[in-house]
């Protein structure tokens, strides 16, 4: 009996320590994740499910032709922003990482398709 103490304190513990929103994951994109669009967009936008840390939290964006994002990205609490080259069709990869304000990192991937038309 001396043994199950201690391991239903812990389950306890872990409980209290992972509150629902714990880290700041993707909630959504825009370009939607795994979507086709028929235009190139100027710009990406991820929304988190926290704020972030601006000095830590980064995008880059690959397609085709290599990088296509211009950069640094613009961050306003929850969202990340960043401006893209002209994209012509194909299929681009979002990698992400976040820096949450709790001080936890979260980092993901997906691609978006933009359409070629015909
Ligand atoms: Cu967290």
């Known amino acids: ?29 825009n370009p939607r994740v795994g979507s086709t669009v028929p235009t190139a967009p100027r710009e990406l936008t991820l929304s988190f499910t926290q704020n972030l840390e601006p ?26 922003r960043v401006g893209l080259k002209a994209l012509s069709p194909g299929t681009y990869h979002v990698r992400w990482r976040a820096l949450s304000v709790d001080t936890h990192t979260t980092q993901g991937s997906f691609t978006f398709k933009v359409g070629g038309g015909t």
Do not use: E, Y
């Open 1 to 29: 009996m001396r043994t199950l103490l201690p391991v239903s304190a812990l389950l306890v513990a872990l409980a209290a320590a992972n509150p629902a929103q714990a880290h700041a994951f993707l909630d959504h994109a």
């Open 55 to 80: 000095s830590f939290s980064t995008v880059t964006v690959s397609g085709p032709g290599g990088r296509v994002d211009q950069g640094k990205p613009q961050i306003s609490g929850n969202t990340m």
